[in-house]
């Protein structure tokens, strides 16, 4: 005879796997909503290096034409679609279809991101061989950047791998009081455990991304750039995260759907650092 009849509890509310799920660039770059046409013009308008004259013999003014530049990001379509049978979400554990809605629109940030790190890998500037984070090597970005007239107006972002933000964590000039003014573990939002984590150092806005390509390897690709150097459109009166239920065939159903493109619109506004992660992951 048994002398006990254990009992397995579970869980109804589910826990999130561990996954990106928030776009974590779109704040980072110039967006345009595209209300209608796959493409987005984006222009780009300067001197063209121009430098002040003065008049000439016949006492005018020389003139000059402005340099106009427009790039073109072309937008496709992108969709995560899920689907689960009636007996499926009978039978299994949580909230099913709650899941499925969760994870198609993570699967659509992530693609935004994956865009956008597509595009800045077009750039053609780099600081060099792949290397590990240090002050010496951040100042390398940092200075082809001032080098190319690009403004530090507090719209510099970085977007680099874990590895490189533990380096930069070991260095006093990132981490210390004595050097800055807000400690990168400080947030002035009390929420900021349901965001995404972004530092403010040299000026530039540090993101830190699980998804950069070849994170944790000894050649991940890291990024510093202006705002105004890519250009992401989306058709944000496209975005569609509709659910459903197939009565005909007895299974529920969950789709994200988006249009979006990227384009680089200033090479020397950005800097890809190679860098070697490897020993910390």
């Known amino acids: 005879m048994a002398e006990s009849a254990f009992q397995v509890q579970y869980r109804q509310e589910f826990i999130a796997g561990f996954e990106q799920k928030q776009s974590l660039l779109r704040d ?18 300067d001197s063209g290096s121009a430098v002040a004259g003065t008049r000439g013999l016949t006492g005018l003014i020389p003139a000059r034409a402005d340099n106009l530049t427009q790039s073109t990001a072309t937008l496709a379509e992108w969709h995560d679609l899920v689907r689960k049978t009636n007996f499926n ?10 899941i499925m809605q969760s994870t198609t629109m993570g699967v659509i940030n992530r693609k935004i991101d994956s865009d956008i790190l597509t595009e800045l890998a077009t750039g053609t500037i780099t600081w060099g061989a792949a290397q590990t984070a240090s002050i010496a090597t951040v100042m390398i970005a940092k200075t082809k950047l001032g080098n190319a007239g690009v403004p530090w107006d507090s719209n510099l972002f970085a977007v680099i791998s874990p590895a490189f933000e533990g380096y930069l964590m070991q260095t006093k000039e990132f981490s210390a009081r004595e050097y800055i003014n807000k400690l990168p573990f400080e947030s002035a939002d009390p929420a900021w455990r349901d965001k995404p984590l972004m530092y403010f150092w040299l000026g530039v806005n540090w993101i830190v991304h699980p998804n950069v390509a070849g994170v944790g390897t000894s050649s991940e690709t890291c990024f510093m750039f202006h705002k105004s150097a890519i250009g992401h459109a989306i058709d944000t009166a496209g975005i569609e995260s509709p659910v459903g239920y197939d009565e005909e065939q007895a299974y529920s159903w969950a789709r994200c759907s988006v249009h979006m493109g990227s384009k680089l619109l200033q090479n020397t506004g950005v800097v890809e650092m190679t860098h070697n992660g490897s020993a910390l992951s």
């Open 89 to 98: 979400v009978f039978a299994s554990q949580g909230n099913q279809r709650a």
């Open 28 to 45: 980072a770059v110039t967006t345009e909503a595209v209300i209608k046409g796959n493409q987005a013009t984006f222009l780009v308008a």
